[in-house]
């Protein structure tokens, strides 16, 4: 699978500029698109429904919402709305533009350590109009201008949010173990597959596997089935869930390889299990 290198991706520039701004349009469906952002991202969305998977969290926003990314990797996946067209505002920044929009206004970030790793904020009648400005500026992507902007948007933010987005765009990056630990726990509810868990780590499959292995002494593969299998033992048990609406639950495509697979681990079938356990 591709990864997409932004905002490189959209511009011809070598070294990536303070501030980029971009009108992303598209027509069709994008489903969980590898993205390496260079730098943190502002992603304005006015038509259709973006959702951003990370390693430790899966954030889907429409357009009452705009999300806040910073550098890293993620996985993106957006869908067009009824008109059938996906639209987003894409305003990106370096860190660097943010250390010295910091030292101007004499902000200190607390560099503490958080679990967020994306923002989800809600539009208001300001923050519309911020977008409705960046979509009316020329395509020069002036930089004294963008400069402007940023600042506008940082400053009305920091006084209706106070540090909270400053804190979370400095908070340090996960250790790797952590790293892993958290898309593991992730993807037993939603179906990543192991190159998409490794990317979301920084790593390669094989660096991924070998780290993975360390930590729970099985392959990623067998843990992951083995984690899910336990999830649909419980939906059967405790929820009552009827066998075929539990199988998608657990990761599996049918309802005949989850049966399989469910009766290799507790020597009985989902139906004989949930007869004998659910009370």
């Given amino acids: 699978m591709p990864t ?3 905002p ?9 500029p303070d501030f980029f701004v971009y009108d992303y349009t598209s027509e069709v469906n994008t489903e969980r698109a590898q993205v390496a952002l260079s730098g943190n991202l502002f992603s304005f969305l006015q038509d259709g429904t973006k ?6 969290d899966t954030i889907t926003a429409t357009p009452t ?12 996946t957006e ?26 206004y004499q902000i200190e970030p607390s560099l503490e350590p958080q679990m967020d790793s994306c923002l989800k904020l809600p539009y208001d009648s300001f923050l519309l109009a911020f977008v409705n400005s960046l979509r009316a500026l020329p395509s020069l992507n002036a930089q004294d201008l963008l400069a402007v902007k940023f600042e506008e948007l940082m400053l009305y933010l920091q006084a209706t949010h106070g540090q909270r987005l400053i804190d979370f765009l400095f908070a340090p990056a996960q250790p790797k173990q952590e790293q892993v630990l958290e898309v593991a726990l992730h993807a037993v509810d939603h179906p990543l597959s192991l190159e998409e868990m490794a990317f979301l780590c920084h790593m390669s499959i094989s660096t991924f596997q070998r780290t993975f292995r360390r930590q729970f002494h099985t392959s990623p593969q067998k843990w992951l089935q083995g984690q899910r299998l336990k999830k649909a033992a419980y939906l059967l048990a405790v929820k009552g869930m009827r066998p075929s609406e539990v199988f998608p639950e657990a990761g599996y495509e049918s309802l005949s390889s989850f049966s399989q697979a469910f009766q290799r681990l507790y020597g009985q079938s989902p139906r004989q299990y949930q007869e004998q356990h659910h009370s």
């Fill in 4 to 6: 997409y290198h932004l």
């Fill in 8 to 16: 490189s991706y959209f511009h011809n520039h070598q070294e990536a």
């Fill in 51 to 56: 959702t951003v998977f990370l390693a430790d």
């Fill in 65 to 76: 919402h705009f999300l806040v990314l910073k550098a890293g990797h993620c996985l993106m």
């Fill in 79 to 104: 869908k067009i709305s009824d008109q059938a067209r996906y639209r987003s505002q894409l305003f990106f920044s370096t860190t660097q533009a943010l250390r010295t929009f910091c030292h101007k």
